[in-house]
């Protein structure tokens, strides 16, 4: 089944410690996203990557960043300059501008 | 900078109840507008998808309609059922090629 996988499911990061979440999609889409998600706030867009190679910053993009070396891959480092990660991250993705198709989120919280 | 508003937060109904999810947006110069629903602890799915050029997409007992010209669109979902209960969300791409922009949800609980 064609679908975006993210993991892991739950995160936890100590003090001044940078973690990567995973995100993969085999469904072949030029796109992908990166929204983070807090109790009773909408998404806000932290990175999108419109081709291979190439990535723009969101609105949140400070504390983060993220590489897109293969069409099927776009990872998320929380970095330690970060300092209010605890949050629901979801990666998603779509073929240009059609429907966007989201993976099921890491949940990230600080130990 | 375009934003996106939905009220009501959260609402109750009763099954078999019809009902209507308000969304509205700042700039009416939009691409595309899409629902989707928001299980707990889950990712979105997408329910309806609407060209800024259509006035309404249905999908089974989902009807999404547009309105540009006053910013707003409007989620109808006839016969709820308690399977129905979930956070809708409503988002706008500003042009071809950008991400989407979410609103914060309405909250749905339908009671058996």
């Known amino acids: 089944d064609g679908g975006i996988t993210q993991s892991p499911k739950y995160l936890f990061r100590k003090e001044g410690q940078n973690v990567t979440l995973s995100c993969e999609q085999n469904?072949?889409?030029?796109?992908m996203y990166w929204y983070r998600q807090d109790p009773g706030q909408g998404l806000r867009l932290i990175y999108y990557s419109q081709i291979v190679n190439d990535f723009q910053k969101g609105d949140i993009a400070e504390g983060y960043s993220v590489s897109r070396e293969k069409k099927e891959s776009f990872p998320l480092t929380v970095t330690s300059a970060q300092k209010n990660p605890t949050a629901f991250y979801l990666c998603?993705?779509?073929?240009?501008?059609?429907?966007?198709?989201f993976g099921d989120g890491t949940r990230l919280s600080i130990l | 900078k375009q934003e996106v508003t939905q009220i009501p937060a959260a609402l109750s109904v009763p099954e078999g109840e019809n009902l209507v999810l308000n969304c509205s947006f700042t700039?009416?110069?939009?691409?595309?507008l899409q629902w989707f629903r928001q299980d707990p602890g889950k990712g979105l799915t997408s329910l309806l998808l609407i060209q800024s050029s259509q006035r309404e997409q249905t999908s089974g007992r989902l009807n999404a309609s547009l309105d540009k010209s006053s910013g707003r669109s409007t989620l109808y979902i006839a016969a709820s059922q308690p399977g129905d209960s979930a956070t809708y969300l409503c988002a706008v791409s500003p042009q071809a090629g950008t991400a989407l922009i979410f609103g914060k949800g309405t909250t749905l609980s339908v009671s058996s």
């Open positions: 469904l072949n889409h030029d796109a």
């Open positions: 700039d009416s110069a939009i691409y595309n």
């Open positions: 998603a993705s779509s073929f240009g501008d059609r429907v966007l198709h």
